[in-house]
């Protein structure tokens, strides 16, 4: 004859109380795995973290867009950097077109450094490596807003369209 399982209130059945966390002691075992975990990490503390430079460091937002035209936007985004990384990028971004001019460090911790452009395409999902670059982010800074000088200009008088061509890289 089978055994009759009278459960308490705030209990569980004997049958089903069994298992890896169900008892103190695999409530126990779980902590005391923590802790040596834990103690095996003590010299990776914040201490052994350092800091890096990046765009965000470097470069106001707000004071660029006081020289951005209308519809325009620049503020800071992080993307991948290569095939794990994270870096802090500028995106200038064309609201109505939905169109980007981003700029990317070439070395991750040096904004300051050599600077690649990328054209972004929202409206098609595109992104392209542009085939130019700057030596320096002042340079860089100086090429986006001549950029973007010319785009307004190609916009004058024909709306959200864009210029036939336009998305072509060697037109950017």
């Not at 075992?29 to 010299?43: C, F, I, P, Q, T």
């Not at 800091?51 to 020289?67: G, K, Q, Y």
């Not at 995106?91 to 972004?120: A, C, D, K, W």
């Amino acid at each position: 004859m089978e055994e009759s399982i009278e459960p308490t209130r705030g209990s569980l059945p004997t049958e089903r109380s069994s298992g890896r966390f169900a008892s103190p002691d695999g409530l126990r075992d779980l902590v005391e795995r923590l802790l040596d975990w834990l103690r095996s990490r003590r010299g990776s503390d914040l201490n052994a973290v350092s800091t890096a430079t990046t765009m965000r460091n470097v470069v106001d937002a707000d004071a660029l867009a006081d020289r951005m035209p209308p519809k325009w936007e620049v503020g800071h985004d992080v993307v991948t950097y290569g095939s794990d990384c994270l870096t802090d990028v500028l995106v200038f971004r064309h609201t109505p077109t939905r169109q980007e001019l981003v700029v990317m460090p070439e070395r991750n911790t040096r904004p300051e450094g050599e600077i690649s452009f990328y054209h972004t395409d929202r409206n098609r999902g595109v992104r392209h490596l542009l085939s130019i670059g700057a030596d320096s982010l002042t340079a860089a800074l100086s090429y986006v807003l001549d950029r973007i000088d010319r785009f307004e200009q190609l916009f004058a008088g024909r709306g959200t369209e864009l210029p036939s061509g336009y998305t072509d890289s060697s037109e950017l």
